[in-house]
């Protein structure tokens, strides 16, 4: 299992961060990134102490950083009494080594940090599985930084030849591991589908966004809930539901685990169950932090990992949350650029009527019209129209209704595959 860089809050952890920029990644941006590296290990619970970043074409492939900048490093350890280095890329095993031979201290990469936030946020079954599968994954190629006795070899009554090193025991034993685990997570799977399935008539809407968008505080509003909402990085893991009442529709919507730039892949493979929430959703409301400096890449990193998960083509709202955070002018400038947004402030609750209405119109963009005669005998059919149409007429009979409205073709479908004796009316 990873380490665990938590300590108790008296006794923070000192992190030194360090990351590299070049032709392919310009200064400005590489500092924006280890800025928000400072919050996942703030997240984690370090503290960041210093802030390094290297001038490299690529990565050193034993150093990362080049073995002049890493003796370099190794004083500024020891003059910041760190106790912790976190590099805002993913290192070898090799690299990993290398540098904690070095400098004599802990090293982290970014996946390995991000795994330990989520380790230490998980609370549910199929989350702190999810977990230990990345982590185990993640663990896999690198068992040579966890090991001393690598080289020495299982022997004695029993065996005939040298037998398996250690590292090949573990190895097959991280496997089998993982084994376990996806057919847990299989099992589990399989119950969230059943579960679903006994909601499949009603409207699905899943917030998604960069991690720390505001996503929960904008459900919290939107469904007078409870949801838990921080101010930080992957405040929310597991998938959370509630109901929301439209003014002519039932909804149900679901807050999911925030992206992340380089978020690691063994992780959105572990949480895809999870992600299922905004796979099978109908619409799909992408949050966005208006205050953020980097707002056009938090909308690419969220578009590229939907992409990654099979969800191009879903109908999508553009959120800009956090507006009470901006300038007049900088709102005039983003309304500019992105036209066709919904502006809003969850905490401040502004805008959210008009996204309300924005997403009632999106659910009956492919409405289509009914208009039936329903003997009264089939009261359940005519309540199912109640949950999912937008009912414009309603009219009682001695023996039958008059309905008329609008709904979705599936649901269409659905209601006249109920009855196979109504029959369409005219109004005279």
Partial sequence: MLEDIRKPSFEKERAVLVGIFGPELPR????EYLNELALLSDTAGAVTVEKILQNRPHPDPTTYIGKGKLHELKQVVAD???DILIFDDDLTATQIRNIEKITKVK?????????????????TAAAKTQVELAQLQYLLPRLTRFWTHLSRQKGGIGTKGPGETQIETDRRLVGKRISVLKDKLEKLDRQRTTQRKGREHITRVALVGYTNAGKSTL??????SNVLAENRLFATLDSTVRRLELENHQVLLSDTVGFIRKLPHHLIESFKSTLDEVRDADVLLHV?????????DYIDVVNKTLEELGIQNAKKILVF???????PEEL??????????????????IGIGKLEERLEKLIEEDYVAFSYNVPLSHYKAVAFLHEVAVIDKELYEENSVQIKG???KADREKFEAMLSDIKPFSEV
Avoid: C, Q
């Fill in 406 to 408: 609008s709904t979705s």
């Fill in 288 to 296: 966005v932090d208006a205050s953020g400096r980097m707002v056009e």
């Fill in 28 to 31: 400005w941006l590489a500092e």
């Fill in 107 to 123: 090293v982290l990469d970014r996946s390995g940090l991000i795994l330990d936030i989520f380790a230490s946020r998980a609370k």
């Fill in 321 to 327: 949350n956090k507006i009470d955070l901006l300038l």
């Fill in 332 to 349: 005039i400038n983003l309304k500019r650029e992105y036209p066709g947004a919904v502006y809003v402030s969850a905490h401040r609750e």
């Fill in 80 to 82: 910041k009494n760190a």
């Fill in 219 to 224: 459900m919290n509003t939107m469904t007078a």
